[in-house]
């Protein structure tokens, strides 16, 4: 079967198909420039804090930036988004403040998350941004579920649950997609096919050329999207939402975009894939894609682009200086809260057993580094 | 009081959980127009409908995640699974997922969730039909874990169940849905994290709980036979554990058997033994004893089956052993 990858725009941000291009204001395309280059400028910031040692672990999203936030912008404030964990502009999108964000990633006294969780797995429930679940793919099945609670109680929200193309592989994948289309949820199951899980091409996943065909054994619509035109992951998003609150059910969404930095801080693609790939994609960078789309609207003139970079790089300047001047321990007694909802006996004695071990041995310091 | 079986004191505590909060849905394989493999749920769809009692494709992970999903925004999802024994194919969803999400979002997220189903041994169904899983469960920070011995103890335990705001493995003896018991007439809820001495004594503690209640109760008679008063106590939680009642028995008696259908490694007995030797070192007349499954998976042929299972002979052998009778 052949399926026609989606687009708006070519790699020139020339429009090639007025009839899909979302009608966004001047302030909407700035601020989707906006947060795109707030992801890129401000992975490159953290994954330098990463090499200098001054947090544990990151995971950028360069290349992919279209492909989350396009889906972010899609969707009303009141949907749900359950991220994988390189979606954070999503969340940046919805007004995640940056100094939180980065309080999280030194898991400091100022992070929500209390010092619980591995950088970048973020958790947002106010701005319906659930928490990032480790296990490959083992999420989806709560954006099911999210969606279905939002057809039982008939709230018009949508949930949608980004993953990569490796977790469709996973078994929970394939219950969740069949779930989701057997009780018509309203559901996105958003793929982005970034070509690599760590060091697996996609062609290592599955023998079917395209994951959006996987759809239609669920019985569903797939969508095959170009991930690194940002209108045209708009367009699709819309439209599957639509759908979903219209009470059609789920749609399964293949967006195909490329991983151009490593899987993680602590991975080297040098070694097993030809730089050469990395470097063809940046000729289709999203970025820069968007940005000849406005400058050829006249959105975006140079000195709304010197200007915006110029103001992120003074956002992110502050705000470390922010997270890097709180308290970096978290109160030692919130290592009992949050167990239960309430803190049972047995947790309440070790938390007193600890007290005392302190009042007689002092509190234990980590070595640096 | 009225008599009612096992299986329909659940059907009680979820129903009339139901009729209060429609917040409250029942998610599982067969629980619908079967009316639940083991007819916990008969009535139930027709009464609420399809929206709250659903039948599910066969997919453990699928409807234990959805169920986590739906907790999450405000659902408050009991979950039936067709047996514990098959909870493991949904072990991530569980362990990662259910028990973590509370704690890895700093308190964002609450699950009120239950996660309900028979286990423990059948009748001649063999090693994938007949195992004790709550030591597994009871390992794991975040979960609770809940084994009601009767049909009083079933409705009140599982009305806190679903009321509490935790993820609960709540594990029903599979051959214990046809007994009979007497329960309250009115509207009654059994707090979790609280034991019960199910027959006071003097001489011996018997800890069981689940099934193993029947057998340390049947024990219990076999001894004033003899002129032994045992005292039997069912924890009833097994996480939270309520160790003060247990410790109060044991000081008492300064005797402690515990009886568990589970496999001896690493079972809820040895941590009982553990916190019970511990804190009732200087009360004991002799060590604290167990009586377990056999180390092994379960057979299917009823003579070898019978032979891994607690028993009362053998826990009757066991007391007096530990009353220095034998």
């Known amino acids: 079967m052949k399926l026609e990858v989606t687009r708006v725009i070519d790699d020139e941000g020339r429009v090639l198909h007025p009839e899909r291009e979302p009608a966004l204001s001047s302030d909407e395309l700035r601020r989707l420039y906006r947060t795109m280059l707030l992801v890129r400028i401000l992975d490159e910031r953290m994954l330098r804090l990463r090499m200098q040692g001054r947090m544990g672990f990151y995971l950028t999203s360069l290349g992919e930036e279209a492909t989350h936030i396009g889906a972010a912008h899609a969707l009303r404030d009141a949907d749900w988004i359950y991220p994988a964990y390189r979606e954070i502009g999503a969340a940046l999108f919805r007004g995640y403040p940056l100094g939180t964000f980065m309080c999280q990633l030194f898991g400091n006294s100022e992070d929500p998350v209390k010092g619980r969780q591995m950088p970048v797995h973020h958790s947002v429930k106010r701005l319906n941004f659930v928490s990032v679940s480790s296990p490959v793919g083992s999420h989806i099945p709560h954006a099911v579920g999210t969606a279905w609670a939002a057809k039982l109680q008939k709230t018009q929200d949508v949930a949608l649950a980004f993953f990569g193309e490796g977790a469709s592989s996973t078994p929970i994948f394939h219950v969740s997609a069949n779930f989701a289309a057997l009780y018509k949820v309203p559901a996105i199951l958003l793929c982005r096919n970034n070509g690599w899980a760590i060091s697996v091409p996609s062609s290592g996943q599955t023998a079917t050329p395209t994951f959006a065909q996987k759809a239609i054994a669920y019985g569903m619509p797939g969508v095959l999207v170009d991930g690194n035109d940002i209108l045209a992951m708009i367009h699709v998003v819309r439209e599957a939402a639509a759908r979903g609150r219209r009470g059609e059910g789920p749609t399964l969404i293949e967006a195909r975009t490329y991983r151009r930095g490593a899987h993680s801080s602590s991975d080297d693609p040098s070694k097993y894939r030809d730089p050469a790939e990395p470097k063809e994609w940046e000729r289709r960078d999203p970025i820069d894609r968007f940005l000849k789309y406005g400058q050829a609207r006249g959105v975006f003139d140079a000195e709304f682009v010197a200007h915006t970079r110029q103001e992120i790089n003074r956002e992110i300047g502050e705000a470390l200086i922010y997270a890097e001047s709180r308290p970096p321990k978290p109160p030692l007694h919130s290592l009992f809260e949050d167990v239960y909802a309430e803190i049972p006996r047995h947790l309440r004695e070790q938390a007193a057993g600890l007290e005392a071990e302190i009042a007689r041995h002092g509190e234990k310091v980590p070595p640096r580094g | ?326």
């Open chain 2, 1 to 326: 009081m009225r008599t009612v079986a096992f299986r329909e004191a659940l059907n009680e505590a979820i129903a009339e959980e139901m009729e209060k909060d429609d917040r409250i849905f029942l998610m599982g394989e067969e629980v619908g127009h079967y009316d639940g493999a083991y007819k916990v749920s008969k009535g139930l769809l027709k009464r609420f409908g399809e929206k709250r009692v659903i039948d599910t494709p066969i997919a453990e992970g699928g409807f234990v995640g959805v169920g986590i999903g739906a907790a999450m925004v405000g659902l408050r999802p009991i979950i039936e699974l067709m047996t514990w024994n098959f909870s493991f194919v949904a072990a991530d969803q569980l362990i990662n997922n259910a028990a973590k999400i509370r704690q890895m979002s700093g308190g964002q997220f609450t699950l009120p969730i239950v996660f309900r189903g028979p286990g423990g041994s059948a009748h001649m169904l063999a090693a994938q039909h007949s195992q004790s899983t709550e030591a597994l469960w009871a390992h794991i920070p975040g979960l609770k874990v809940v084994m009601p011995a009767n049909p009083k103890d079933a409705k009140g335990l599982l009305k806190s169940a679903i009321r509490d705001n935790n993820p609960i493995v709540f594990i029903e003896g599979e051959v214990l849905y046809a007994d009979q018991g007497e329960i309250p007439d009115g509207e009654y809820t059994i707090p979790l994290g609280v034991a019960e001495v199910k027959r006071p004594g003097t001489d011996i503690t018997l800890i069981g709980w689940s099934k193993m209640v029947k057998i340390a109760l049947a024990t219990a008679d076999a001894l004033a036979a003899e002129g032994i008063e045992a005292e039997v106590v069912d924890p009833r939680t097994i996480r939270p554990l309520d160790e003060e009642l247990l410790v109060e028995s044991v000081k008492k008696t300064k005797r402690c058997l515990i009886i568990e259908e589970g496999w001896p490694f690493n079972g809820v007995g040895a941590e009982i033994a553990y916190r019970i030797g511990r804190r009732c070192f200087d009360d004991l007349d002799a060590p604290v004893e167990r009586l377990t499954g056999a180390d092994m998976p379960m057979p299917y042929n009823h003579h070898l089956e019978q032979q891994c299972i607690p028993d009362v002979p053998r826990a009757v052998a066991a007391a007096k052993k530990l009353l220095y009778l034998e």
